[in-house]
């Protein structure tokens, strides 16, 4: 079936400090996939896209690649910030508008 | 534009009563879905709706839970009898498809915090 993994929480890292969360999933056809965050709160909001293979997604420093071939859609951030302390989450869109999302990956950033 | 609006924010009740959570989704959206967070079990999607009809309700875990859309700008997800084992964030999301298009974009309202003692 179609499903996400996204590696287990929480990550701290201290400020200006480079991210990296590791998602990958199971699809059949060619899924398109998302990083949503979810500040405390709040509901979840959705932070980039790629809908095809080798897509880049990027937004407010993040970004993520569609790789295919390894089936991941890792996150990255160069130099993170205390406000982006919230939870991360992987998605992926198995047709129509129905998202599979993964179990949510926790980040903690300190001064 | 103010968003999907979810009430009550937080709700506590006993077991075995019913629960009504109620939602807005954003004017014009075509597509409400309702999601439920745990911490065991991550984000689940219970049921969706496309234009008021209910397109997937795969999800529901039980005939204790329904929901209904009787119009475009509400929705409602019911629990009867709640149990301790409902207790969980309850989300509500809507989105809109244009030009025959996914717009694959979900807003999600703020969420109900629910407690079954």
């Known amino acids: 079936g179609n499903s996400v993994t996204q590696m287990e929480g929480p990550v701290t890292l201290s400020e200006e400090a480079f991210l990296t969360i590791n998602c990958t999933y199971t699809a059949t056809g060619y899924p398109s996939l998302f990083w949503y965050v979810q500040y405390p709160g709040e509901g979840l909001q959705l932070l980039l896209k790629a809908t095809k293979a080798d897509d880049k997604g990027s937004n407010k420093g993040f970004e993520a690649t569609y790789r295919k071939e390894t089936t991941s859609f890792h996150l990255e951030k160069g130099s993170v910030q205390v406000s982006d302390s919230a939870v991360y989450f992987c998605a992926l869109n198995t047709g129509f508008q129905k998202l599979v999302f993964g179990t949510g990956t926790r980040l903690l950033v300190s001064p | 534009d103010a968003g999907v609006i979810q009430s009550p924010r937080h709700e506590v009740t006993e077991m075995g009563q019913e629960v009504t959570l109620r939602c807005k989704p954003i004017?014009?959206?075509?597509?409400l879905f309702w999601y439920r967070q745990t911490m065991m079990r991550g984000l689940e999607l219970l049921i969706y709706f496309n234009n008021n009809v209910p397109i997937d309700d795969s999800g529901m875990p039980e005939d204790r839970f329904s929901a209904k859309m009787p119009n475009a700008s509400f929705s409602t997800l019911k629990i009867q009898p709640s149990e301790p084992r409902d207790s969980a964030v309850y989300f509500c999301?809507?989105?809109?498809?244009?030009?025959?298009?996914?717009?694959?974009?979900?807003?999600f309202g703020s969420g109900t915090q629910l407690s079954v003692l």
């Open positions: 999301a809507s989105s809109l498809m244009a030009g025959g298009k996914a717009n694959e974009k979900l807003f």
């Open positions: 004017s014009g959206h075509d597509y």
